[in-house]
């Protein structure tokens, strides 16, 4: 089945620096990719929609320019932490949307998640 | 109001119970509904999807929609320890690119 690979699964950086996470979609061509936010015992925060070919639409509170989204190809997505702090320290997920997949599952698609640990 | 509430537990049950999980919404645009099992420091992975009002079955697992009331169910039957994980329930409406809006997911532990 469709998978949705997601690197680093583990980060430790140092305060100042940035980090990149990957998503990539294996064997489906990916027009729309999630990055979801997630704190311990929380659900999935939405922070932006990474959107092939054009600007990420950001939700309201997320800065565009601490957190760079990149959908240059139909089946990558890149977000940047940029000039990490530790409250940036959590655990990022991504998940692709398989518009060409049979009803019920599209929203199938989500990585294996990124824990980032800034110190 | 959050768009989906859930109530996040914990709960536990013993090996062979059934379970109940549920959320209700406010959004009557929603269409799609999901529920997804996620283990600890795991993305989540789809269990269940439903369109609209109905049931759906599958295996140990049957999810209900009643939009009339904004309410959707998860039941797992003959429940194992393997079970054990935190579930999330997330929602949509029927236009492409629309964004899934989740529950705050219950956290189930079964018991052997």
């Known amino acids: 089945g469709a998978v949705v690979s997601q690197h680093p699964s583990r980060v430790i950086c140092k305060s100042g620096t940035s980090v990149k996470i990957e998503c990539r979609s294996l064997d489906f061509q990916a027009t729309t990719m999630f990055w979801y936010r997630q704190f311990p015992k929380q659900s999935l925060m939405l922070m932006a929609t990474s959107n092939e070919g054009s600007k990420a639409t950001y939700e309201q509170g997320v800065e565009k320019d601490k957190f760079l989204i990149n959908h240059a190809s139909l089946t990558l997505s890149t977000l940047t932490v940029t000039s990490a702090h530790p409250e940036d320290s959590s655990f990022y997920i991504c998940s692709a949307r398989d518009e060409g997949a049979a009803l019920g599952n599209t929203e199938a698609f989500f990585g294996q998640g990124t824990r980032l640990t800034v110190v | 109001q959050k768009e989906v509430e859930q109530d996040p537990g914990p709960l536990s049950v013993p090996e062979g119970a059934i379970v109940s999980l549920n959320c209700t919404y406010s959004?009557?645009?929603?269409?799609?509904f999901m529920w997804y099992r996620q283990y600890s420091r795991k993305g989540p992975e789809l269990l269940m999807y439903?369109?609209?009002?109905g049931n759906k079955e599958d295996g140990r697992f049957t999810a209900q929609v009643d939009k009339s009331s904004k309410y959707i169910s998860l039941f797992i039957r003959d429940s194992q320890p393997s079970d054990s994980a935190t579930y999330l329930c997330a929602m949509r409406g029927i236009q492409g690119a629309q964004k899934l809006v989740f529950g705050q997911g219950t956290r189930l532990t079964i018991n052997p």
């Open positions: 959004n009557s645009a929603f269409q799609y």
């Open positions: 439903t369109y609209s009002s």
